[in-house]
């Protein structure tokens, strides 16, 4: 794959559709490393747009999809996974022939089914994935350096344009991340383990504690260990985020489930009749995990 773009700008002009911590994250980090001329946004929220432009984060922020698109040649659609599908039309007739549309939606499989479609000829649509964030949202949260050290996934279709392909691996290594080209469907049941399970579980038990009685509510929280901590930090994301990413890879996260379901099971019988060895055997596994995250630097 040619790779040649080492230094220099690569867009002329960059526009994000939705300016929260993701989008705002990239945006900055494009203007550190002079990756783009000019950077705007496509924003619903007057609130955004306004914070947006304040930290200086893009030049333009625009209501309106024609004014914030129609001279874009790199387009990141960086909305929740449900909103995709409303946002490209919206978008699809303003594009610039040659534009590249990437996303950084955590489901890949729907949100092609979705995009794909509606983009016209001549526009070139490789989806990605950042495996980066915080449990914060908005524009304000943002920071360029988040993407540091941080896996990019890029799912390339059939047929794209190999140049464009180069050039947004490109983008990604110089704001610093790891980049990886991976088949969709694959992608939906990797983060169906790694991320979306690890989720689904923070909610439920951080949900759990708040369905106690008030006093034993209050002790939880009083004494929270760092275990639970980072469930309450996990469980923290953005609500409507996380509700598309679990309605839009149902399949991939149901399975999941049904091994987690099935593995905690075996446990609990292990514990009910006290086979220690079966639970230290277990637990020497999982730290195994631990240090294995650790020496990739993902920790």
């Known amino acids: 794959m040619n790779e040649d773009h080492a230094t220099g700008q690569l867009f002329d002009t960059a526009c994000f559709v939705g300016i929260g911590h993701i989008g705002s994250s990239l945006a900055r980090a494009l203007r550190k490393h002079g990756l783009a001329g000019r950077i705007l946004c496509l924003e619903a929220s007057d609130g955004a747009r306004r914070v947006a432009m304040d930290l200086g984060v893009v030049d333009g922020a625009f209501a309106d999809p024609a004014q914030a698109v129609a001279g874009a040649d790199l387009v990141v659609l960086a909305v929740p996974v449900g909103a995709m599908e409303a946002v490209v039309r919206a978008i699809a007739p303003h594009l610039k022939p040659g534009a590249v549309v990437t996303d950084v939606g955590s489901v890949k499989m729907a949100v092609i089914r979705d995009v794909g ?83 689904l579980i923070a909610y439920t038990i951080v949900g759990t504690a708040s369905d106690l009685a008030d006093h034993l509510q209050q002790e939880v929280i009083k004494f929270s260990a760092s275990g639970f901590r980072d469930f309450t930090r996990i469980a923290a994301s953005d609500p409507i985020m996380w509700r598309d990413i679990f309605l839009n890879n149902r399949e991939a996260v149901l399975e999941v489930i049904q091994r987690f379901t099935e593995d905690l099971t075996a446990l609990q019988r292990a514990i009910r009749w006290g086979e220690g060895e079966v639970l230290e055997s277990k637990f020497r596994e999982t730290r195994a995990i631990r240090r294995a995250i650790i020496d990739a630097k993902q920790a």
């Open 117 to 199: 479609p509606l983009l016209p000829d001549g526009v070139h649509y490789i989806p990605g994935h950042p495996i980066a964030g915080t449990e914060h949202s908005g524009p304000s949260s943002g920071f360029a350096e988040l993407f540091e050290g941080r896996w990019q996934i890029l799912t390339p279709l059939p047929g794209t344009d190999e140049a464009m392909l180069a050039k947004l691996c490109a983008l990604w290594r110089r704001v610093g991340s790891m980049v990886e080209l991976m088949e969709p469907a694959h992608h939906d049941r990797v983060l169906a383990i790694t991320s979306h399970l690890p989720h």
